[in-house]
């Protein structure tokens, strides 16, 4: 019983990565034909062009990738190998076990820690705190005051007394 427990739970956990890895591939095709159809410069937030154009994120995209693939095939080898049961073929094969259990994963992990998005991210955080200080001087002088904008980008607008509307889309 608790052998197909371990396989049940393992078996959602590469179905669950398999659909991570379809939708982050059908986002990547995507944004490579919207980047096609458009051009760079129209196609993505060009606010996010130093961090996208730099060597680290750049980095930590192929980490991510290799980290998730990784991953993802030692979990597809311990269905497999707990699908023969503890008595079986690959569970008595230490080289296997060795390579598929625990290199694959410290390379994961090298790769993560290498390229960790607080060190890959410097320049999104420079470039948001100027360009949100930017944001934040130019909606007051707009609007007169620091209304500026509500976190998903709608304006606050001025409300009249008793009035139980704060946000209106703009």
Same mark, same amino acid.
Do not use: Y
């Given at each position: 019983m608790g052998n197909n427990i371990m396989i049940a739970g393992l078996s959602f956990q590469v179905a669950t990565l398999f659909v991570f890895i379809l939708l982050a591939l059908d986002f990547s095709v995507c944004t490579i034909r919207r980047i096609r159809a458009f051009g760079t410069d129209h196609a993505l937030d060009p606010r996010h062009a130093r961090l996208r154009n730099s060597r680290p994120f750049q980095g930590f995209l192929v980490a991510l990738t290799l980290a998730t693939l990784l991953i993802f095939t030692r979990c597809v080898f311990r269905v497999a190998e707990l699908s023969e049961g503890w008595e079986g073929r690959l569970m008595k094969k230490q080289g296997l076990f060795i390579g598929l259990e625990g290199v694959v994963i410290v390379l994961a992990v090298y790769l993560?820690?290498?390229?960790?998005?607080?060190? +890959?991210?410097?320049?999104?955080?420079?470039?948001? /705190?100027?360009?949100?200080?930017?944001?934040? /001087?130019?909606?007051? *002088?707009?609007?007169? $005051?620091?209304?500026?904008?509500?976190? +998903?980008?709608? *304006? *606050?607008?001025?409300? $009249?007394?008793?009035?139980?509307?704060?946000?209106i889309k703009a």
């Open positions: 993560l820690n290498f390229f960790h998005p607080g060190l +890959c991210f410097k320049e999104s955080r420079v470039e948001t /705190s100027t360009q949100a200080s930017a944001a934040r /001087s130019s909606d007051e *002088k707009a609007t007169g $005051s620091g209304a500026g904008r509500t976190w +998903c980008g709608m *304006k *606050k607008k001025a409300v $009249s007394p008793g009035s139980s509307m704060e946000n």
